[in-house]
C-alpha cells in the first residue's frame, strides 16, 4: 500500500515538501490549508481546504484516511495547529516531523528590539517611533489599536478587518521583496520603525537589511516555543530523511 503523508500546510517549505514527496514512486500526499488565505498558490499532490476541529478531529481524520506520517509545515506562528498536530500524533501513534524555517539572526549594525508577543510589541512602540510599517499579517491588529497617536503602514497579503489602529493604511502585497523596493518603501511612508514576526526565511528578509542601511529600529516578535518534546528540522531534505523516504 503506498504511504499516505498529511501535509500541514500555508507556507513556501510546505509547497516545496508536496512537490518532493509527490515526485516519489508510490507516495500519496495531502496538503491541508486552513483556508486564511484566499489564493494560496498550486501544490502538487491533493488539497483539503479547512480546519480538523482541534486535536481531536485531526486525530480521527488521521485514522479514517490512514495516513502513515503527520509533517506540521505550517507558519513558525501557528502556536494552536502545531499543539493540535502534537497532540493528534500522538494520541493516534502517526510519525510526526515539524517543518521549520531557521529564524532569522540580527547582525552588526541591526538595530532590533526582540518581544515576546504582538501586545509586548505595541507598548514598546511610543518609544521608538511614530511611523510604523507593521509586517505582522492580517491577524492580531486589535493589539495595534489603541495607538492612536501612531501613524501605521500595514502590509498584508489579504485585506486585514477591525479593530486595527486609527491612522492606517494598508498595503496588499505578496513577497518576495527586494532590498531597493523595501527601501524606497520605508522613505515614502517616512517611517521610523519597523515590526516584523520573526518568520525567517528569504522571501521577507529585504526590509530587515533596508531598516538596518536606514539606521531603523526593529521590533522582533519571538517565535512561540514548541511543543513539550517536539523537535524541529530546518528544510525539505531533513523531513524526507526523518520520513525515510530520502
Known amino acids: ?137 492580517r491577524l492580531g491588529l486589535a493589539s495595534f489599536a489603541h495607538l492612536t497617536r501612531l501613524h501605521f503602514v500595514v502590509r498584508s497579503v489579504d485585506p486585514p478587518g477591525p479593530p486595527m489602529p486609527p491612522n492606517t493604511r494598508v498595503l496588499l502585497a505578496r513577497g518576495p521583496f527586494t532590498v531597493p523596493g523595501e527601501t524606497a518603501l520605508l522613505r515614502e511612508h517616512r517611517v521610523d520603525v519597523l515590526v516584523t514576526k520573526d518568520s525567517g526565511g528569504a522571501a521577507t528578509a529585504a526590509k530587515l537589511t533596508a531598516a538596518r542601511d536606514l539606521g531603523l529600529p526593529v521590533v522582533v516578535v519571538r517565535r512561540p516555543p514548541l511543543p513539550d518534546g517536539v523537535t524541529a528540522v530546518p528544510d525539505v531534505q531533513g523531513v524526507l530523511e526523518r520520513l525515510g523516504i530520502g
Open 1 to 137: 500500500m503506498s504511504p499516505h503523508v498529511l501535509v500541514l500546510g500555508g507556507t513556501a517549505e510546505a509547497r516545496a515538501l508536496a512537490a518532493a514527496l509527490a515526485g516519489r514512486p508510490g507516495v500519496r500526499v495531502t496538503t491541508s490549508l486552513a483556508g486564511r488565505t484566499a489564493k494560496p498558490g498550486a501544490l502538487d499532490g491533493e488539497v483539503r481546504v479547512g480546519g480538523f476541529g482541534g486535536a481531536r478531529g485531526l486525530a480521527g481524520w488521521l485514522r479514517e484516511q490512514g495516513v502513515d506520517a503527520l509533517v506540521d509545515a505550517t507558519h513558525p506562528f501557528a502556536e494552536s495547529i502545531t499543539a493540535n498536530a502534537a497532540r493528534a500524533a500522538a494520541e493516534t501513534g502517526v510519525p510526526a516531523v515539524v517543518l521549520r524555517r531557521p529564524g532569522w539572526r540580527p547582525g552588526p549594525g541591526d538595530h532590533w528590539h526582540p518581544v515576546p508577543s504582538l501586545d509586548a510589541a505595541a507598548g514598546l512602540l511610543p518609544q521608538l517611533g511614530r511611523r510604523v510599517l507593521l509586517t505582522t499579517g
